[in-house]
């Protein structure tokens, strides 16, 4: 393979691994407009989207269901539930499901697109904001995002 330099990818893994402070993996996503982090570990799997079934009578933030991998998946508008001042966005080539990881629902958000991924220190990730859908803002580069609390879009 032209221009693989596997030497400096092996310092790169030995220099990471040196590294003893532990880190929490964050995904940069942007829903209804807005940018959030979501941790990692909270999702499943990031899909592209299905086609997606309303469901009539339920509530306004479930946009509806879909099969993914022959699993139902509910899916629903985040910003609805975080109140977020715009709509979901319409399906472009960036849009993505975000499946996470649940014991007893199959349970995806509809992001408008995923970024990039970060690896954050865990000691500089904000213990508790008290806001009820955000831990608190995490400044990467030369602004500060908030992080999703995933849990809460599952009350």
């Known amino acids: 393979m032209a221009g693989l330099d596997i030497q400096a990818i092996q ?4 220099a990471l691994s040196e590294d003893k402070v532990p880190h929490s993996e964050f995904m940069r996503v942007a829903m209804n407009g807005t940018i959030f982090l979501v941790a990692v570990d909270a999702v499943a799997s990031v899909v592209r989207p299905a086609a997606v079934t309303p469901v009539p009578m339920a509530p306004d933030h479930l946009i509806g269901v879909t099969n993914i991998r022959g ?5 629903i508008d985040a910003g609805k539930v975080l109140k977020l001042p715009e709509p979901v966005q319409e399906k472009t080539m960036q849009t993505r499901f975000l499946l996470l990881r649940h014991d007893r629902v199959h349970l995806g958000l509809w992001v408008e697109s995923v970024a990039d ?8 990730i904000p213990v508790d904001s008290g806001e009820k ?5 995490i ?3 030369n602004e ?5 609390r995933v849990a809460a879009l599952l009350d």
Do not use: N
Request: glycine content about 6%; hydrophobic content about 35%.
């Open 11 to 14: 310092d790169a893994k030995d």
């Open 71 to 75: 699993q139902i998946c509910c899916i």
């Open 117 to 124: 991924l970060y690896s954050i220190p865990t000691v500089e």
């Open 133 to 137: 859908h955000s831990k608190g803002l």
């Open 139 to 141: 400044r990467v580069g």
């Open 144 to 148: 500060e995002i908030p992080i999703l």
